[in-house]
């Protein structure tokens, strides 16, 4: 099924569900927004990630490819940076169809409501994180619903590859396939001591990369024109060379420790209420030397400020690996599903919602949109699902 059909009565109960859910999120007190259904696809999508990226409904527009909003956190991104991208703080609640592709297997409809809200700026991180968790939480209670929750931080992981004593290269190869976890473990190993068993392709590296850099590119040529290789799938022969420059410059670096590699994996796998996995993220801190304190300090004072809302911070789940299915997340993060709808559907189809912070994507999206840059620094978004709501109701 792609898109619901509701009769009067059901329209009725979703649009009721909705009505509760915007007022629990933000009342008055925050700007209520309509913001447009469909978005420029080029750069927008790779904001998402691939998980999205593939679920996404793109077609042909006059001057290039658009997409049905996937969810709302773009669209009120849109809004802002158009209308009052000059405000250090702004604070947006919407609701609206949003669009994606079901999975292999899943009943799902392509098409599904939402409630979200955006808050951008403000003076202090962890309270707002504290607020938007804990107005997303209540909001859900209030509804009915059993629910069951989990949280994580991709920052620490961030902060992990930050403080690791590996070249710049090897930390920006890092960061950009962490929301990748196969392909972020594989690298990590490639990279670390005895991460190749190829000995002759290892130090056929180590002597590439001994070369002066137009004596390697000239090696690399010459090797590509003896073996007649002209293409490898679809990279091209310069492409090819790159790759193998790049291959042997990481060569001549020392690779990086395996503790270091031990801790990151560690962290990734770390699944424990919130208070113990702190006390064991400080734990792989010293034992490794990494300069992981401001992170640590982030997750200190989140969990202070959730306690002030009320919340049993010590007792939340965390998951040293959620929020690695969106690509434009990178600190704290959370998910909410309905316990009984999960024991029956899945997680997928339980989940009533989910959000997180994402302070690096605000400025990317004003240059994909063409806008001024924000005046606000930081950001951090929820979406409630109130179809997910009225079927657990129903049940």
Known sequence: MMSPDYDPVTREDVAAIEASLLDAMGGAAWAHVEPGQILDAENLLDLYGEDVRARAFVFDGPSGDLCLRPDLTLSVCRYHLTNEHAKRQARYVAAGPVFRRPVAGEERAGQFRQIGAEWFGGEDPAAIDAEIFARTQNALLESGCAIEVTTGDLGILFSLIDAAPIPGRWRARLKRHIWRPHRFRALLHELSEGGSDEAGRLAFLKALGSLAPEQARG??????????????????HEEISARFLEQAEDA????????????????????????????????????????????????????TALERQGIDAATLPFDGDFGRNIEYYDGFVFEIVDRGLAASEGRRAAQLAGGGRYDSMLPAAARAFGTAAPAAIGAIGTALRPETILAVRAG
């Open 219 to 236: 090696a690399v040529t010459h090797m590509l024109d003896l073996s007649g290789t002209a293409h490898v799938g679809l990279r091209t």
């Open 252 to 303: 001549q670096a020392h690779p990086l420790p395996r503790e270091i590699v031990t801790a990151i994996e560690e962290t990734a796998a770390l699944k424990a209420p919130c208070a113990d996995a702190l006390s064991r993220l400080h734990a792989i801190a010293s034992e490794t030397g990494l300069a992981l304190g401001p992170a640590l300090e982030r997750f200190e004072q989140r969990m």
